[in-house]
């Protein structure tokens, strides 16, 4: 067994979590803002809560009223 290729693979597994993270991190801040969040209520929130369980919510959140809308969709858009 060769080491030199599990230590390359670990390094990558790793470099792809911690791009993960922050792409997620960064599309949680995108959400909120969309919601109408500032910057610093989501600041306060993520220091509360921290950056996974925060990005965790907002998906959870986000899959519900995709599963609301799915099963009563709107029959008339009054968006103008």
Request: hydrophobic content about 25%; proline content about 1%.
């Amino acid at each position: 067994m060769d080491d030199t290729t599990n230590d390359v693979d670990d390094e990558e597994h790793r470099t792809s979590m911690v791009q993960a993270c922050i792409k997620g991190r960064e599309e949680t801040h995108e959400r909120l803002r969309e919601l109408g969040f500032s910057d610093d209520d989501i600041d306060t929130m993520e220091r509360h809560h921290g950056h996974v369980e925060l990005a965790r919510g907002v998906a959870d959140g986000l899959r519900w009223a995709r599963q609301q809308e799915q099963q009563s969709p709107t029959l008339i858009d009054d968006r103008s």
